[in-house]
């Protein structure tokens, strides 16, 4: 073997030596991400209530409303939170995060205003799937005490939805569907047309084509958050900053 051999198979393994490092430099930082990831995982998974710990791993603020849609909230014009704490009765107030208000198992959670709005989240909300009466009372009762009120509600499963706004106990405009329209009310805002809301008359056939009907519930489920926006707030825009920063109050119903 002469030189020229010797030299090219030093090269050839320098060569090898340095590819190896590098795959293997590439494989311990992806190593290194899963791990992370799988830590930062178990810590949102084992504790849904503390979202802030999860926040101060993410490069942005972490915004539960975006991975647990709400079902169903308020939007009260108001920034008076205790007027909204003693309208809907709230027991056992304690202060809270917005994941913690997301997560918990508390039946309301009133956030901290926002552009002038307070919105509620929780189960403790009636829909008008179990009774719209009860819904109804509720909504105007809430209402004659501070005066803007509105009320959303969306399932993806059922494609149930509702929409309503009232002003000092009066309904400007309402209505549900939960297999059927249960509720409307009012002259369709300009707002419901832009969006492109499908609503339905008391015992209206939508038609007999079931695809068609279904198009209709999915659109208005979708759409929902954006007549939200358009009334008030859609949730899932807020801003994550504030969300990051500002506490609001959990509690639970009579």
Same mark, same amino acid.
């Given at each position: 073997?002469d ?5 090219a #198979?030093?090269? %050839?393994? *320098? ?8 795959? !293997?430099?590439v494989? /311990? $930082?992806?190593?290194?991400l ?5 830590? #930062?995982?178990? %810590?949102? *998974? ?5 979202a802030a710990?999860? !926040?101060?791993?993410? /490069? $942005? ?12 909230? %308020?939007?009260i ?12 009765? /709230? ?6 995060s ?18 002038g ?9 009636p ?7 009860v ?6 009762e ?16 059922l494609?149930h939805?509702?929409w ?10 309402a ?6 329209t ?9 707002a ?5 809301m ?9 038609g007999?084509?079931?695809?068609v009907?279904a ?6 489920v ?13 949730p ?5 900053r ?13």
């Amino acid at each position: 073997m002469d030189a020229v051999d010797i030299f090219a #198979i030093a090269l %050839l393994a *320098l060569l090898g030596f340095v590819l190896g490092g590098g795959v !293997s430099a590439v494989l /311990l $930082v992806r190593r290194h991400l899963r791990v992370r990831r799988r830590r #930062i995982g178990r %810590l949102h *998974l084992e504790r849904p209530g503390s979202a802030a710990e999860f !926040s101060r791993f993410s /490069l $942005v603020p972490f915004n539960p409303l975006q991975v647990k849609p709400p079902a169903r909230w %308020l939007a009260i014009r108001s920034r008076d939170t205790q007027a909204v704490q003693v309208a809907l009765r /709230l027991n056992n107030p304690q202060p809270c995060s917005w994941a913690e208000g997301v997560f918990s198992a508390r039946k309301l959670f009133i956030a901290p205003p926002i552009n002038g709005w307070t919105l509620v989240f929780g189960a403790g909300l009636p829909i008008p799937d179990d009774d719209v009466d009860v819904c109804y009372r509720f909504l105007r009762e809430l209402s004659q005490k501070l005066g803007q009120v509105q009320f959303f509600q969306t399932d993806p499963i059922l494609q149930h939805h509702a929409w309503a706004q009232l002003e000092s106990g009066r309904v400007v405009r309402a209505y549900a569907w939960a297999g059927a329209t249960l509720w409307n009310q009012g002259v369709k805002t300009s707002a419901e047309i832009a969006v492109g809301m499908n609503c339905f008359g008391y015992g209206e056939n939508p038609g007999s084509d079931d695809w068609v009907l279904a198009d209709h519930l999915v659109a208005n489920v979708d759409k929902v958050p954006q007549l939200a926006q358009r009334w008030s707030l859609d949730p899932a825009e807020i801003n994550l900053r504030y969300v990051a920063h500002h506490q609001g109050i959990a509690g639970n119903t009579n």
